[in-house]
T-cell receptor, first 113, second 114 residues
Framework: NAGVTQTPKFQVLKTGQSMTLQCAQDMNHEYMSWYRQDPGMGLRLIHYSVGAGITDQGEVPNGYNVSRSTTEDFPLRLLSAAPSQTSVYFC????????????FGDGTRLSIL | AQSVSQHNHHVILSEAASLELGCNYSYGGTVNLFWYVQYPGQHLQLLLKYFSGDPLVKGIKGFEAEFIKSKFSFNLRKPSVQWSDTAEYFCAVRGYNQGGKLIFGQGTELSVKP
């Protein structure tokens, strides 16, 4: 089972460039989310989706866009990268349901110069 | 809104020492509570979770946590740590009627000396 797959694993961008981080899951999970992880700040929720066609903002949505055209995919877009967006990004998915745990991808390490 | 606070940023222990990591959350309603572990260079893995019932929950690798509703706490414990427990530990809360969002604490880095 592939689980939650994130690509790329590493990326270096210049300030102002745009980029899409890919996330795909093969478990037919309805709920997907994006987090960023920064030292001393834990994981902070960027955006999430409860199903295809539905997205909502998390704790730190500014500078990021998402869409959910299929159940499997939940891409995260940086429209104009800034050094403050240097971070490790994790995608997660789970089934809808009060007792369902999150499954995390391996992360994308993004550096903005 | 829900939030989580982990009191210890970095804990250093010797092997066989006992461990307790603090976690407090703020949310007045029903909650799910989780502890995740992240080994160096890896993604997060679920250690244990609380949904309802017995407030003392047991997880993998000998970890356990106790939910104390009156204190809004969910502290993680292990009687005897091993060098292989060196990792970062995250507490997380999901509040009922909060859109299913899982909110994490800042994390506690645990270093176990052999």
């Amino acid at each position: 089972n592939a689980g939650v797959t994130q690509t790329p694993k590493f990326q270096v961008l210049k300030t102002g460039q745009s980029m899409t981080l890919q996330c795909a899951q093969d478990m037919n999970h309805e709920y997907m989310s994006w987090y960023r992880q920064d030292p001393g700040m834990g994981l902070r929720l960027i955006h999430y989706s409860v199903g295809a066609g539905i997205t909502d903002q998390g704790e730190v949505p500014n500078g990021y866009n998402v869409s959910r055209s299929t159940t499997e995919d939940f891409p995260l877009r940086l429209l104009s990268a800034a050094p403050s967006q240097t971070s490790v990004y994790f995608c997660a998915s789970r089934r809808t349901g009060w007792d369902q745990p999150q499954h995390f991808g391996d992360g994308t390490r993004l550096s903005i110069l | 809104a829900q939030s989580v606070s982990q009191h210890n940023h970095h804990v250093i222990l010797s092997e066989a020492a006992s461990l307790e990591l603090g976690c407090n959350y703020s949310y007045g309603g029903t909650v799910n509570l989780f502890w995740y572990v992240q080994y160096p260079g890896q993604h997060l893995q679920l250690l244990l979770k609380y949904f309802s019932g017995d407030p003392l929950v047991k997880g993998i690798k000998g970890f356990e946590a106790e939910f104390i509703k009156s204190k809004f706490s969910f502290n993680l414990r292990k009687p005897s740590v091993q060098w292989s427990d060196t990792a970062e530990y995250f507490c997380a809360v999901r509040g009922y009627n909060q859109g299913g969002k899982l909110i994490f604490g800042q994390g506690t880095e645990l270093s176990v000396k052999p």
